[in-house]
């Protein structure tokens, strides 16, 4: 089933230590890390956004309705995006609707946790699309990360 939507804009990234996210752990001194966050901005706008939303949309489970619902809350323009050298990969940072939703009254149109949770999982799934799209396709640079000589060899 094809979500019939247009895709939302790439967000602007923006610096944000990503350790202060729940869901991700960067090693090493964030003032030392180079996120990389301009050039990934760069291949959002050039294309891997929109290509990614094609993919997505081509096999999400959600609704209409519950895309409004995201798109409402702006949920898209809050994704942030940024490379992890450590682990040589790009990390990120899903958007999602909080978990005191109801007493917040949220949004109008959300009635259920079980909407709650499938906009955050779709949105979750998406981030990981997008990071699988900038590392396969939009990215020519290695990780410079060298280990420490002094770790133990597990051979």
Known sequence: MTLEVEAPAPPELEFVDPNEYEDATIAGNPDDIDYRREELQAFLEEGAWEESFEEWRADTDLEEDEFRIATDLELFSKFDFFWDDFADRVGYHAPGIPEDWREREYHPELDSWGTVSG?????????????????????????????????????
């Open 119 to 155: 906009i955050n999982a779709e949105l979750t799934e998406f981030g990981q699309l997008v990071c699988v799209r900038l590392k396969e396709h939009y990215i020519d640079w290695e990780a410079s990360y060298e280990p420490p000589e002094d770790l133990p060899d597990f051979d």
